[in-house]
């Protein structure tokens, strides 16, 4: 949001708050610091701390001071643009700091993310947590810093560039460039340990960072991991912003390849597809197939999960020609895998099976328990769609068999939600119930807000054809809201699917009828096969384009 200057007056009343009665006794030299201030909130708030500090320095002695500093930075000429004043402010501020709190506001002008802690400061200053957290509250004292409301701290814009100059004027390169890679190291080591935590069961599929390379956090438990996966998340991408197509572009290929679950799970699509983004382009800068392959497989699973189908298929084709030139059989396995599933959801059943087919022959012979059984439940979906239930059930039975022995929690809440949608479709809807009840528990213990919409809406599903009532309304409406929220429009055409059969139900045609059109649209948009389903409830053709 960006503000306007204050009118003189305004500036003088908050000068008048900040330092009391100093300002009246010499209204003029009051005047003048505004001016020198620029009628900046920021560089008054910096200067009044100055004054404050110094209550038996005359007011007009500070002026001339800062008067001084503006003429040694020769910022006099610079008019046109007021802001620049602010640094004269800044710079005076500056120089009054012990030299252990001036380095470490050099170099967290360097850090890329918006918001940091003591633990993050310590690793890019070089000292321990403790020592860190007394020199940002040194600098908070400053005013040069403030605390957030999660207790943790940020810059301003204006003292992050003015900080940036100051690294690149005053730290030598070298420092400079050790004090990033500590922090790099930091972030990506730690993003590992905290999936480690999370997903024990997909270490293997990680990329192996041994231990010892630098500092990272230590999790005590899965929810310690997560809560510092998700605080840190936009440091994360600022990281792989920051790094990629550079010298260290490897830092954003590994976060690529280490975040993929956590994003997927927790519904984190944009962020995803941003840095998968990354790590394409970094791959290609650096020549590195394998890890183009493994991005641009990454980006495809995300374009499905929105909804891009074209799109998630046009990047997993090209992901697959890349790997099997580069002979990975284990990527291979995985994009043909997703590959079958962006098919199946287009309706291109004997296409989807065949790319299946394949992805299960590769992960049997790797081995890859958790593969397989990713492969069969997608097989499964396919014999759903093509009304082959029990070849449907076989599969995803197998799979959830597989899921169990594994330990992972949220691929079996998938199971369970698809058995629960095949036994809705055989008429067992006890049965049904129970399996999308303990689909929508595994959906809220691990926080798999797709999964949780989906469950949602099988149960939604399931309790229309068991007892329709006005309260089945709300199991929709709850998944249309999460789904919505994370970007999932496949979950949204289901749950406007829903609310209209819930409406049919009741007699209310005119609701049913707007809700249906609002699944066409976006089955229509998908290229889903679900849209001829819809056309029929609604007894007519539309033409939507």
């Given amino acids: 949001m960006n503000l306007d200057l204050l009118p003189e007056a305004q500036a003088i009343a908050l000068l008048r708050t900040l330092i009391g009665s100093r300002v009246d006794d010499d209204p003029q030299a009051a005047r003048d610091l505004v001016q020198h201030c620029a009628r900046l909130p920021l560089a008054l708030r910096i200067a009044a701390d100055l004054a404050f500090t110094n209550e038996d320095v005359p007011l007009a002695e500070l002026v001339n001071d800062l008067a001084d500093e503006q003429s040694r930075l020769d910022l006099l000429d610079a008019g046109a643009d007021p802001y620049t004043a602010v640094r004269a402010v800044l710079s005076w501020s500056y120089r009054t700091l012990k030299p252990d709190e001036a380095r470490a506001l050099r170099l967290l002008g360097l850090h890329p ?13 070089d000292t321990t947590p403790v020592r860190a957290g007394r020199l940002l509250d040194s600098l908070v004292r400053a005013h040069l810093l403030e605390r957030t409301r999660t207790k943790r701290y940020q810059m301003h814009d204006l003292l992050r560039v003015y900080a940036a100059d100051l690294a690149l ?3 030598p390169q070298e420092a400079q460039e050790a004090a990033l890679r500590r922090l790099f190291d930091f972030f990506t080591y730690s993003a590992s340990a905290a999936m480690d935590v999370l997903f024990p069961h997909e270490k293997a599929r990680r990329p192996d960072i041994p231990p010892g390379s630098g500092a990272l956090m230590e999790f005590v438990d899965e929810d310690h991991a997560l809560r510092w996966l998700e605080t840190e998340r936009a440091t994360l991408l600022a990281v792989a912003a920051r790094t990629a197509q550079s010298s260290w572009a490897v830092y954003a290929i590994l976060l690529s390849t280490i975040l993929y679950r956590f994003l997927d799970i927790h519904g984190h699509f944009d962020e995803a597809v941003t840095l998968h983004t990354y790590a394409v382009a970094s791959a290609r800068s650096r020549g590195d197939a394998v890890s ?20 998630a298929v ?3 084709r090209k992901a697959l020609e890349i790997i099997l030139q580069a002979d990975q059989p284990e990527v291979e396995a995985f994009v043909r895998s997703d590959l079958g599933l962006v098919l199946l959801l287009l309706g291109q059943y004997e296409p989807a099976l065949r790319e299946l087919g394949r992805a299960l022959r590769l992960f049997e012979e790797l081995d890859d328990l958790t593969g397989q059984g990713q492969v069969l439940n997608n097989m499964g979906l396919a014999f759903v769609r093509q009304n082959l239930l029990e070849e449907a059930l076989d599969h995803m039975r197998r799979s959830l068999v597989l899921f169990r022995g594994t330990g992972d929690r949220p691929r079996q809440g998938y199971a369970l939600n698809d058995i629960g949608a095949v036994y809705q479709r055989t008429g067992n809807h006890v049965e049904a119930l129970d399996y999308h009840s303990e689909a929508l528990a595994v959906a809220r213990e691990t926080g798999d807000k797709a999964l949780e919409a989906a469950a949602l809406n099988g149960l939604g599903n399931t309790n229309r054809l068991f007892a329709l009532r006005e309260s089945v309304l709300e199991f929709h409406e709850q998944a249309l809201r999460i789904a919505e929220e994370i970007g999932d429009r496949y979950e949204q055409a289901q749950a406007h699917e829903g609310i209209a059969g819930v409406h049919d139900g009741l007699g209310r045609a005119e609701d049913a009828r707007d809700h249906w059109r609002r699944a066409l649209s976006i089955y229509v948009s998908l290229g889903s096969p679900d849209a001829d389903r819809v056309r029929s409830s609604l007894g007519e053709v539309i033409d939507l384009p």
Avoid: K
């Fill in 169 to 171: 004027q005053e730290e």
């Fill in 314 to 316: 046009d990047h997993l």
């Fill in 113 to 125: 993310g918006r918001e940091f802690d003591a633990i993050s400061t310590s690793v890019l200053v």
């Fill in 292 to 311: 183009e392959g493994r991005a641009l497989h990454n980006l495809g699973t995300v374009y499905q999960r929105q909804g891009r189908y074209q799109e």
